[in-house]
């Protein structure tokens, strides 16, 4: 686990020391134990070390920030080469079934100098080029040079668990672990993206696709990979080497298909063990995180087994309960937080400049705030359930997407017991709602939206400004209508777009502030792809259970109060509590110099929302994080509206 960055040219460029000195530094979070800096120059090949200096004919930089995970000796200094110097690597994130691959790599005749995942991955690449990237179980990016063939290539896991970040440059291209890093190089501009700002104002998406919420930056999408041709001045390709689809589904019973998913799952946790440092794990209360706890008690009895739970202060949303449950059952020494609003305030700053790009609510707040608790504690690698609700339907909405398919196979009855039952069940008030919307086509579905009160375009945004740059207001999904497997393709849809994407870069800039790897079990193909596989009543019961396979499965592993839930908090904070403490606050951030200079907003209709709220005459939501966090991202980063 690491942090890297580097530029590419189709022709010698100079670089100064400064620039490649202000890469590192930004860098330095994502691997405090060492560091090291390539230059490729036109004369004199490549040259290695950890001190910077001027470069003036440089084809190709790259400088790299080491996390010590796995063989902790210098042996695993990047970037990396092969024996015969022809490829090199700078590479963030975990193979974690190395062990294996190292040994089909040995009987190809390949030694080894180290005992890293790092040299394996090299080493594969070498050999098989692109097609090693299927042959992998990890996260990763990373960026590899082909010092023969000219070429570069900027490459990103499956899901997207590691973030990889480009901007071209004339005959060129600039890439990073982060978007700061690309912010100091000249001529990458602080432009804000105007259709990712309407996305992420009304629905809190911000990763979704190549985009980011500046213009001049993209990021690699997850299960693709980008070619740059440096001998044809930087020339860009990229190609997807993988997709999460909805396969056949298997002839396995719903008991065999929870044999089997539990197999997998226990070998997934194995391999995620895998390291040389202290291994923790983040525990709310719910199944996917108790999930992973128990699996790890169970393959390792007698580990030292650390937990880092978010405690509320609020009944509505305190896991504290079940959190002591598995904690207890699992001998774990258990860690928890609990938050005052006022260390929001304080902290406002650096978690907005830690993440780069506006988040979605306070939630993320109380993440990073495990994360720090953890490396005060001496943890280096924690596991984590992320990913599990998209791919098991842990959301309420998915229940309307289930009863679609119901639909569209024409089983009206089983449909409408589906609903009666769903409908019994706490945080479902709103299925009939999600419903409506997912039958309607766009339009129409507009129009209820906004009769309901939930405009896709509200008052308080500017639209005249978006207008201006063809930007329209459109729902979250892109399907309608009704579907068959409908909850197949939101899921499908929820990893790829509307939900995990967002969610796996709050957890890395989360963790890595603190220079701690997050792993994430449950996010390996051959899992995915099996859930996907399955018919989807083993997904959502015909009783309205969610992630029914996944509760049968952990039968046994798992506390039985844990299984037995049916409510959904999650890393839910009192946002609304803490909001109103906070509401001279928020009100001094409404009425600055910097929210009064962004021109997407109606200045006077925000305020006006924000006094109904806090009287009590509307409804608190998402909206009101959103502008504050708009605001300190803006004034800390000095973004353009232009």
């Given amino acids: 686990m690491c942090g890297f960055a580097g530029l590419a040219f189709g022709d010698a460029r100079p670089v100064r020391k400064t620039l490649v000195e202000g890469l590192l530094r930004t860098l330095e979070h994502r691997g405090p134990d060492d560091r090291g800096i390539l230059t490729w120059r036109n ?40 024996a015969d110097g ?10 974690y079934n190395y062990i294996e691959l190292r040994r089909e790599l040995e009987s190809h005749g390949v030694s080894f100098q180290s005992r890293t995942d790092t ?31 000219e070429v570069l290539h900027l490459v990103r896991d499956f899901f997207g668990i590691k973030p990889l970040y480009y901007a071209r440059l004339p005959d060129g291209v600039a890439f990073a672990s982060e978007i700061p890093p690309l912010l100091g190089i000249p001529g990458v501009s602080r432009a804000v993206n105007a259709r990712k700002l309407a996305r992420y104002l009304r629905f809190g998406l911000t990763d979704e696709g190549a985009e980011t919420m500046y213009a001049d930056i993209y990021q690699v999408p997850q299960g693709h990979y980008l070619r740059v041709d440096l001998k044809r001045g930087g020339d860009f390709k990229i190609a997807r080497y993988w997709k999460l689809v909805a396969g056949d589904s298997h002839d396995l019973s719903f008991a065999g298909s929870s044999n089997r998913i539990r197999e997998i799952f226990l070998e997934n946790v194995r391999l995620h063990l895998r390291s040389d440092v202290p291994v923790g794990a983040a525990l709310s209360g719910g199944l996917d995180s108790s999930s992973i706890v128990s699996a790890i008690r169970h393959l390792e009895p007698d580990l030292e087994l650390h937990t880092f739970s978010f405690i509320a202060d ?25 938050i005052a609003p006022q260390e929001l305030v304080s902290d406002l700053d650096y978690l907005v400049r830690i993440q780069g790009e506006p988040f979605g609510s306070t939630s993320i707040y109380a993440q990073h705030r495990i ?22 339907a842990g959301y309420t909405p998915y229940g309307a997407a289930r009863i679609i398919s119901l639909l569209a196979e024409g089983r009206i009855k089983d449909a409408i017991e589906l609903i009666a039952k769903q409908l019994k069940l706490p945080g479902r008030k709103n299925l009939l709602m999600h419903l409506i919307n997912r039958l309607l086509p766009p339009r129409a579905n507009a129009l209820v939206r906004k009769s309901a009160g939930y405009d896709l375009a509200p008052a308080w945004l500017n639209q005249g400004w978006f207008s201006e740059r063809q930007v329209t207001f459109t729902p979250v999904t892109s399907i309608s209508g009704l579907t068959k497997e409908r909850l197949k393709k939101e899921l499908i849809e929820s990893v790829e777009v509307t939900h995990l994407p967002h969610l796996l870069r709050y957890e890395d800039r989360n963790s890595m502030a603190h220079s701690i790897e997050s792993r994430v079990p449950f996010l390996t193909p051959k899992l995915a792809t099996f859930i996907l596989s399955l018919p989807e009543e083993y997904i959502l019961s015909a009783n309205g259970e969610s992630k029914a396979v996944l509760r049968s499965a952990m039968r ?39 929210f009064r200079s962004i021109p997407v907003f109606r200045h006077d209709d925000v305020l006006r929302d924000w006094k109904q709220i806090v009287a009590g005459k509307r409804k608190f939501d998402f909206r009101v994080w959103r502008w504050i966090n708009l605001t300190a991202w803006s004034r800390i980063f000095e973004v353009k509206y232009e």
């Fill in 556 to 594: 046994g592993l798992v506390p039985a109060p844990i299984l037995d839930r049916r409510d959904k908090i999650g890393l839910a904070t009192p946002e609304q509590k803490w909001m109103s403490y906070l509401a001279p606050w928020v009100e001094e951030q409404l009425h600055s110099e910097t």
């Fill in 86 to 95: 022809r490829f090199w690597i700078a590479y963030n994130g975990e193979i």
């Fill in 43 to 82: 004369s004199g090949g490549v040259r290695v070390s950890r001190e910077s200096h001027n470069i003036n004919d440089a084809r190709a930089l790259l400088v790299h920030q080491r996390l010590s995970i796995l063989d902790l000796s210098p042996s695993g200094w990047q970037p990396m080469a092969t």
């Fill in 371 to 392: 994360f720090r608790e953890a490396k005060e504690q001496g943890i280096k690698v924690m596991l984590d359930g992320q990913g599990a609700d998209e791919l098991l």
């Fill in 119 to 149: 040299e394996v991955l090299l080493n594969a690449w070498s050999i098989w080029g692109p097609e090693s990237l299927n042959r992998l179980t990890g996260m990763f990016a990373f960026a590899i040079l082909d010092t023969h063939q």
């Fill in 314 to 338: 609020d009944d509505h949303v305190s896991e504290e309960r079940y959190v002591d449950i598995v904690a207890r059952e699992n001998r774990t020494i258990s860690h928890k937080v609990r």
